[in-house]
T-cell receptor, first 111, second 115 residues
Framework: SQKIEQNSEALNIQEGKTATLTCNYT??????LQWYRQDPGRGPVFLLL?????KEKRKERLKVTFDTTLKQSLFHITASQPADSATYLC??????????FGAGTILRVKS | DAMVIQNPRYQVTQFGKPVTLSCSQT?????MYWYQQKSSQAPKLLFH???????NEADTPDNFQSRRPNTSFCFLDIRSPGLGDAAMYLC??????????????FGQGTRLTVV
């Protein structure tokens, strides 16, 4: 099965800067890849989905890229705000509706 | 309006005493998932349903069972909870994988404490 790797070190950035988070996977390229936000003590909330034939997807201040050659997705938050501080999880769907997650990267935005 | 509801939010159970966690959904999704999440770790998939078709992960202990009596409800039964089963349990739903929009919707989770 897939192994999903996200940077285990927290990312600390200054308000207004762009945060970039990385998700790498090990095996076959999935048909699509998803990003979620998780706040402490709460369930993850869906943010964006990108398909294998899409290089880039945007939603407001969020941007996701998907490089099947590198087996990597990048997640960007532009003009970051303290309210963006959370854990960001990468997920992909394996065969048979099996949705698997990475451990996530903690983002801290300081004002 | 909450679309995936988990009850209770917090559950304290005694070591070895069976416990049931519940999940309900108003989205009419045919896929439902149960995840276990420990601090600073990835949500770990325990099992999932596609309609009534049950899919157990190979490394899910036999101590964990599940029931899905209808589309809207799903239960997680822990037959003999151990201290290592203390975690957040997350229920999620989605449309099937071939659909255009297959994002998962999560409940708020149930925090299980074993004493």
């Amino acid at each position: 099965s897939q192994k999903i790797e996200q940077n285990s070190e927290a990312l600390n950035i200054q308000e207004g800067k762009t945060a970039t988070l990385t998700c790498n996977y090990t095996n076959y390229s999935p048909a699509y890849l998803q990003w979620y936000r998780q706040d402490p003590g709460r369930g993850p909330v869906f943010l964006l989905l990108i398909r294998e034939n899409e290089k880039e997807k945007r939603k407001e201040r969020l941007k996701v890229t998907f490089d099947t050659t590198l087996k990597q997705s990048l997640f960007h938050i532009t003009a970051s705000q303290p309210a963006d501080s959370a854990t960001y999880l990468c997920a992909l769907m394996e065969y048979g509706n099996k949705l698997v997650f990475g451990a996530g990267t903690i983002l801290r935005v300081k004002s | 309006d909450a679309m995936v509801i988990q009850n209770p939010r917090y559950q304290v159970t005694q070591f070895g005493k069976p416990v049931t966690l519940s999940c309900s959904q108003t989205l009419n999704h045919n896929v439902m998932y149960w995840y276990q999440q420990k601090s600073s770790q990835a949500p770990k998939l325990l099992f999932h349903y596609y309609d009534k078709d049950f899919n157990n992960e190979a490394d899910t202990p036999d101590n964990f069972q599940s029931r899905r009596p209808n589309t809207s409800f799903c239960f997680l039964d822990i037959r003999s909870p151990g201290l290592g089963d203390a975690a957040m349990y997350l229920c999620a739903t989605s449309r099937e994988g071939g659909h255009m929009n297959t994002e998962a919707f999560f409940g708020q989770g149930t925090r299980l404490t074993v004493v």
